[in-house]
């Protein structure tokens, strides 16, 4: 995965990835087009955690006659597909994430810069670092269904960038 994409490297589907797309789209109840193909193939070759506007940008390169509420409509399908996860985070913008499992994210709070934690994180290490939380909130009457959680900072310029990060299965994340 690369954050930089221009017309020649946009990314593109194999036949595997396109079947799976159709097949989730039909499931779904939305239609197959060339633009939901376009916008798929982007949000799956990017780690960046686009927002619709960057996600219309890149895709404008392939299909220059798309417009912004075409892209919107796209990602909107692909999330009712789920096939991509809506994200709201502290700063309040939406992005969209081509990863589908529960994964916590890392957003540096000057650029905006949002990447996935390549560690797992499960809900009941939320238990073992504040063990009274379960039984004091289900003497408030409430139960945890689910958690988000994403850590602050800055991306230090001279850093290597995260490594692809591994299959997160046990993580609690709101979609
Ligand atoms: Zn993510």
New binding site residues.
Partial sequence: MSDAHDASTLAMLSAEEELCLRHALDQAGCRFTRQRAAVFAYLKSV?S?PTAEEVYRAVQTRIPHISLATVYNCLEALVSSSLA?K?TLGDGRTRY?G?TDR?L?LRDHATGQ???LPVAVDLNALHQLIPELGPMLRSMGFEITDYRLELLGRFQPFASPLSEPPLLRQIDEVK
């Fill in positions: 780690a955690h996860q994200l994430d990863r994964h994210h949002v990447r996935d």
